[in-house]
């Protein structure tokens, strides 16, 4: 009876043995006499079990990310497929947004940031590339160097050029699109809150930060360091960031898929005065997840430059997100993104308004002063750039008769009209 069961126990666990050897792409020949040498030396067939587990204990990190990603991947497309803009949106509870931002998305931002920059062999930059292209509908066509092989890494594929006449800058609008991508919202802004899309809300004063006021009377949501006087907390913020009664404040919202080109520019002539930047979250903001978390645009980690144009208030946020933990502006060379320690809640001014020579002129790049007032941008200019898909934030003020010529959802290139007065 005992030898019985010994031998049932063996031919189980030698049909395991096969089965893995055959699976590793072993021969049967050399397998059986493996199992012959060790029944010759009278070892136990489960010795070779026993040295090392087959099944490692998991570490809770990656069960948390596996398991976290594939609930709100799961929520996001059953949402997708009940998608209805007239509908109320189903906002996230408090709780799964916590769960959203415990996830470690910060440092998968910086270690694909690191991947990027590793150059690719040659004879591999054509087949990843091309399944790069495949995947997001990304049209080579435009692209300033055509060949694959140009780009040595990831890195430099996303950042890729456009040749200079495939995005030609509307003359006849006063306000142009700074991306290519999306537009998720545009309209005015009411009771100082900003609808990031339709239906979710933002605040504006978490959005820009703690405004001031200057003593030449212009607001530049400037630091203690360039202002004498801190608005009162009775005001409206909405009503502060405006130099004029007769005017209105306004604001569109631009999505960058993985797929579009990544640099953004200049929409106007305007002269930024100040660059503020938020650390903080790294979700994904795609228009299911900011139909889903509130107030997504504020948690995010961001980069707000502020100035003024020729009607008052204006600024340009660039938004971060899962993966584009790098948020480059050309003419500060000071500014650091995605960083590895930072302090929840902060902030950080850098002004450019008393900085002169300071400021210096990227190379290549045209039409960029640094003046005692701010730094100088022309309509169409290259500002800065993502590593991949993020958002670009417009919040300006101009006269009441302003009307955007836009449509919601509609596809949108740099320099293509937003609105005209």
Same mark, same amino acid.
Request: aromatic share 10%; charged share 20%; with cysteine.
């Given at each position: 009876?005992?030898?019985?069961?010994?031998?049932?126990?063996?031919?189980?666990? =030698?049909?395991?043995?096969? +089965?893995? /050897?055959?699976?590793? *792409? @072993?021969?049967? #020949?050399?397998? !059986?006499?493996? %199992?012959?040498?060790?029944?010759?030396?009278?070892?136990?067939?489960?010795?070779?079990?026993?040295?090392?587990?087959?099944?490692?204990?998991?570490?809770?990190?990656?069960?948390?990310?596996?398991?976290?990603?594939?609930?709100?991947?799961?929520?996001?497309?059953?949402?997708?497929?009940?998608?209805?803009?007239?509908?109320?949106?189903?906002?996230?509870?408090?709780?799964?947004?916590?769960?959203?931002? =415990?996830?470690?998305?910060? +440092?998968? /931002?910086?270690?694909? *940031? @690191?991947?990027? #920059?590793?150059? !690719?062999?040659? %004879?591999?930059?054509?087949?990843?590339?091309?399944?790069?292209?495949?995947?997001?509908?990304?049209?080579?066509?435009?692209?300033?160097?055509?060949?694959?092989?140009?780009?040595?890494?990831?890195?430099?594929?996303?950042?890729?050029?456009?040749?200079?006449?495939?995005?030609?800058?509307?003359?006849?609008?006063?306000?142009?699109?700074?991306?290519?991508?999306?537009?998720?919202?545009?309209?005015?802004?009411?009771?100082?809150?900003?609808?990031?899309?339709?239906?979710?809300?933002?605040?504006?004063?978490?959005? !820009?930060?703690?405004?001031?006021?200057?003593?030449?009377?212009?607001?530049?949501?400037?630091?203690?360091?360039?202002?004498?006087?801190?608005?009162?907390?009775?005001?409206?913020?909405?009503?502060?960031?405006?130099?004029?009664?007769?005017?209105?404040?306004?604001?569109?919202?631009?999505?960058?898929?993985?797929?579009?080109?990544?640099?953004?520019?200049?929409?106007?002539?305007?002269?930024?005065?100040?660059?503020?930047?938020?650390?903080?979250?790294?979700?994904?903001?795609?228009?299911?997840?900011?139909?889903?978390?509130?107030? !997504?645009?504020?948690?995010?980690?961001?980069?707000?430059?502020?100035?003024?144009?020729?009607?008052?208030?204006?600024?340009?946020?660039?938004?971060?997100?899962?993966?584009?933990?790098?948020?480059?502006?050309?003419?500060?060379?000071?500014?650091?993104?995605?960083?590895?320690?930072?302090?929840?809640?902060?902030?950080?001014?850098?002004?450019?308004?008393?900085?002169?020579?300071?400021?210096?002129?990227?190379?290549?790049?045209?039409?960029?002063?640094?003046?005692?007032?701010?730094?100088?941008?022309?309509?169409?200019?290259?500002?800065?750039?993502?590593?991949?898909?993020?958002?670009?934030?417009?919040?300006?003020?101009?006269?009441?008769?302003?009307?955007?010529?836009?449509?919601?959802?509609?596809?949108?290139?740099?320099?293509?009209?937003?609105?005209?007065?």
């Amino acid at each position: 009876m005992a030898l019985s069961l010994r031998f049932s126990r063996v031919t189980r666990v =030698s049909d395991r043995f096969l +089965l893995l /050897s055959q699976q590793r *792409g @072993r021969h049967t #020949g050399e397998s !059986l006499h493996s %199992w012959s040498l060790l029944l010759v030396h009278n070892q136990s067939p489960c010795s070779i079990f026993s040295d090392r587990r087959v099944l490692s204990w998991p570490r809770p990190l990656p069960i948390l990310v596996v398991t976290g990603g594939g609930y709100l991947g799961y929520q996001y497309y059953k949402r997708r497929s009940h998608w209805d803009e007239r509908a109320p949106p189903s906002l996230a509870s408090s709780r799964q947004v916590a769960l959203y931002r =415990s996830f470690p998305t910060r +440092l998968v /931002s910086r270690a694909w *940031g @690191r991947l990027n #920059g590793l150059d !690719l062999p040659t %004879w591999l930059r054509k087949p990843i590339y091309s399944l790069y292209i495949w995947t997001f509908g990304v049209n080579m066509q435009e692209a300033a160097v055509e060949d694959l092989h140009h780009y040595k890494n990831l890195g430099e594929f996303f950042r890729r050029r456009l040749k200079p006449a495939v995005r030609p800058v509307c003359a006849a609008s006063c306000l142009t699109s700074p991306a290519d991508g999306r537009i998720l919202h545009f309209g005015r802004v009411k009771n100082s809150e900003v609808e990031q899309v339709k239906g979710v809300t933002y605040s504006l004063e978490n959005f !820009l930060g703690p405004q001031m006021s200057c003593s030449d009377g212009k607001t530049l949501l400037s630091g203690p360091q360039v202002s004498d006087q801190t608005v009162s907390s009775t005001s409206s913020f909405r009503d502060h960031l405006m130099s004029s009664p007769a005017s209105d404040l306004f604001h569109v919202v631009v999505y960058l898929a993985p797929g579009d080109y990544h640099c953004f520019h200049s929409p106007t002539d305007w002269k930024v005065g100040l660059r503020r930047h938020f650390p903080g979250s790294l979700m994904s903001v795609n228009p299911g997840v900011a139909r889903w978390v509130k107030e !997504l645009f504020c948690l995010n980690e961001r980069v707000v430059l502020s100035g003024q144009w020729q009607h008052g208030f204006f600024s340009l946020t660039a938004v971060g997100a899962t993966n584009v933990g790098s948020i480059r502006v050309y003419f500060d060379q000071e500014l650091q993104t995605n960083t590895p320690r930072y302090r929840k809640g902060s902030f950080y001014d850098h002004s450019y308004v008393s900085l002169g020579d300071q400021v210096k002129r990227p190379e290549g790049e045209e039409g960029m002063e640094s003046l005692d007032r701010g730094v100088v941008l022309q309509k169409g200019q290259p500002v800065g750039e993502f590593n991949l898909g993020s958002t670009i934030v417009l919040l300006f003020e101009a006269p009441k008769n302003f009307t955007f010529c836009l449509q919601p959802g509609q596809r949108i290139r740099v320099g293509e009209g937003l609105g005209s007065l």
